[in-house]
């Protein structure tokens, strides 16, 4: 019979943090008082379902005995009639998180094309935040946060190209692109009503600098002078309130979203070249964009063994994506009563996200009441929040056995070269 040798350790380590962590929540304040600066709306009836199409993908990675690892991208567009499949197999022979994350925008975003293509919807349901993707995508772009990524920069640039591609051909043809997530993560409005909470408080270029940046709290200089006016602002419960919002990293936006009533959405956040490091940087056109990723193209034509020559396309793809990505209207959408608030993401027609204005501001005049009826008459539990996307999951996401199997086809493939596979199979899955 096996014995754990360890479970009277794992007892008394996990009551040790789990007590401290209970403890931890028991002292965190109500952060109830932040919500006064969100502006809700009450949603509609929700009209007769429209004709849409769902676009989700899954990720997989095979490792191989010498480190190299393959990656396994797939998408999904499903509709009424509509089944298009993309399918993305390479070879990683430099580790980078990155590179599986391009590769799975990139199929997802030409599996949404070929569903354009064929047409015979109004709206395209895409899994994920758009707003994290292109953030994401163009971070991976301009810093060096992964040393490895650097030798991926052409596959990054596809990526983005890709995703914008897919929101110019939609736009074009009048089809109105959706972007659903059911677990974000994101502190955008606990920040903004955090910092509007906090007018008059602080210094008005901080307060300024939080409301229209995301977020601040990246960066250090900031971060400095609000602790330093949380230490001399304790007296003040308003500001106490919404500067621990801000320092408690652990808070999402769930937290001026949790007293919030079923079929009601928050009033639509436009949000532009928001993003804290860039817009400190003054990256926020797309030529001081396209110059700063210039460098990180010809380090990566280095490691690649590529010509210097291959630049020049790769940085046209680049400047071409970051010409054409929208700003963004953001807000959220509380389906039903006891769901949680699901992240819903519309580009702005028409306009560009890199025109040197940073921008995160409420919208009132936005026009969303249309895809707000579409997600609550499409809407059927927390699981199936939405029917094609959910039927894209089941189709392109990875399952254990499924990967087992490519994996064995692969193991047939290198044998044939005398490259052997590592005995455990790494998953990954939607982003």
């Known amino acids: 019979m096996y014995v754990d040798h360890f479970f009277d350790l794992f007892l008394k380590s996990a009551r040790d943090k789990i007590g401290k962590y209970l403890e931890y929540q028991r002292r965190s304040p109500s952060f109830s008082s932040l919500r006064e600066h969100i502006p809700f709306r009450k949603a ?190 304790r007296g003040d419960p308003e500001a106490s309130v919404a500067l621990d919002a801000l320092f408690r990293q652990s808070a999402t936006d769930h937290v001026v979203l949790s007293g919030m009533r079923a079929r009601t959405y928050t009033v639509p956040l436009l949000m532009g070249a928001c993003d804290a490091y860039m817009s400190y940087k003054g990256l926020t056109t797309v030529k001081r964009l396209v110059d700063a990723v210039a460098d990180r193209v010809e380090d990566s034509m280095a490691f690649r063994q590529e010509p210097l020559s291959s630049a020049r396309e790769y940085l046209d793809l680049a400047e071409g994506a970051l010409s054409a990505m929208p700003k963004i209207l953001f807000f959220y959408l509380k389906p039903a009563e006891g769901a949680e608030p699901l992240l819903v993401e519309v580009p702005l027609p028409g306009s560009r996200m890199f025109d040197g204005a940073p921008v995160k501001a409420f919208y009132p005049q936005a026009s969303v009441d249309d895809v707000v009826s579409l997600i609550l008459a499409q809407y059927k539990d927390d699981v199936h929040y939405n029917d094609w996307l959910w039927y894209a999951h089941e189709m392109a996401s990875f399952k254990s056995s499924q990967l087992v199997e490519y994996a064995v086809y692969l193991k047939r493939m290198l044998q044939e070269s005398g490259v052997s596979m590592a005995r455990r199979i790494k998953m990954g899955a939607g982003l």
């Open 44 to 233: 509609g009836a929700a009209e007769v379902d429209a004709p849409s199409a769902g676009v989700d993908g899954g990720v997989g990675l095979v490792e191989l005995d010498n480190g190299h690892k393959i990656v396994l991208a797939r998408a999904a567009a499903v509709g009424r009639g509509l089944r298009k499949r993309e399918f993305i197999a390479d070879v990683l022979i430099v580790d980078s998180s990155a590179a599986k994350w391009a590769y799975l925008i990139t199929a997802e975003a030409l599996a949404g094309i070929s569903a354009l293509e064929e047409g015979g919807f109004d709206y395209l349901l895409m899994d994920g935040s758009l707003y994290a993707k292109a953030v994401m995508l163009i971070h991976n772009l301009i810093l060096t946060r992964e040393f490895q990524s650097i030798f991926y920069i052409p596959e990054i640039i596809l990526a983005l190209y890709s995703l914008t591609e897919l929101l110019k051909k939609a736009e074009e043809q009048g089809v109105r692109a959706v972007f659903v997530s059911k677990d974000s993560r994101f502190k955008v409005l606990k920040e903004y009503a955090a910092f509007e909470s906090l007018r008059g408080k602080l210094d008005d270029y901080i307060v300024e600098r939080g409301l229209s940046w995301y977020s601040i709290m990246w960066l250090r200089r900031f971060r400095r002078e609000l602790s330093s006016y949380y230490q001399r602002l």
